[in-house]
Structure formats: C-alpha cells, structure tokens
Nanobody, 123 residues
Framework: QVQLVESGGGLVQAGGSLRLSCAAS????????MGWYRQAPGKQRELVAT???????NYADSVKGRFTISRDNAKNTVYLQMDSLKPEDTAVYYC?????????????????WGQGTQVTVSS
C-alpha cells in the first residue's frame, strides 16, 4: 500500500510564489518518475512537470521558466516551486509517481496519485 500526500497549496496574488510538496509513504521498493499535473474547472487534467529518478526534467510550455520541479530521493518527496504565478495557473494540482511497492513477498508496480491540492491565483 502506497500513499502520496500533497501540501503547500493555497491562495496567492498574481506574481506571487508557492511551493508544493508531495511525500510518498508505505511499502516502497523504488520510485521512478515523479510529476505534477493540474486540472482547472471544466478542463482536462494536464501535465505540469515531470522528473526522473536521475533528475531529468520536463515542463509544459505554459510553465517553463516560472516553475521548477525537484525531488529528494532519500525522502521519497517531489517538490514544485511555482514563481510568477498567473490567474490561469489556478487549478487542483495532483502529484503522480511511478512506484514499485510490495506486500509480503509480492511486488507491484504502477502509477499512484495524490488527493490533490488547490492552488488559486487572484488577479
């Protein structure tokens, strides 16, 4: 059993900053890619940024130069530093991680999602 718990969302004015965190816990064997996605009201969930275990990153064009993804492998945690926030960044942000976990002697692998954290940017 694996859990992803996000924190750090909130209300901020345009131009401000927020830092999201997502910690994975449970019977974890290894974590490969981790990432952040977001879903605004009435829209589909979209990729924001991803990071491999080795630190290679990928960003949506809409956040390049403003958001920075990072991770601490020792803490099974991924971060999203969001600067120069815009009203169009308002959404529920979800953490995602590709995890191998175990239950007894059986190993499982697959995508895991957090519960989401609300980010609201006022104009």
């Amino acid at each position: 059993q694996v859990q992803l718990v996000e924190s750090g969302g909130g209300l901020v004015q345009a131009g401000g900053s927020l830092r999201l965190s997502c910690a994975a816990s449970g019977s974890i064997f290894s974590i490969r890619a981790m990432g952040w996605y977001r879903q605004a009201p009435g829209k589909q969930r979209e990729l924001v940024a991803t990071i491999t275990r080795g630190g290679s990153t990928n960003y949506a064009d809409s956040v390049k130069g403003r958001f920075t993804i990072s991770r601490d492998n020792a803490k099974n945690t991924v971060y999203l530093q969001m600067d120069s926030l815009k009203p169009e960044d308002t959404a529920v942000y979800y953490c995602n991680a590709d995890i191998t976990w175990y239950s007894g002697s059986i190993y499982y692998a697959g995508d895991n999602w957090g519960q989401g954290t609300q980010v609201t940017v006022s104009s």
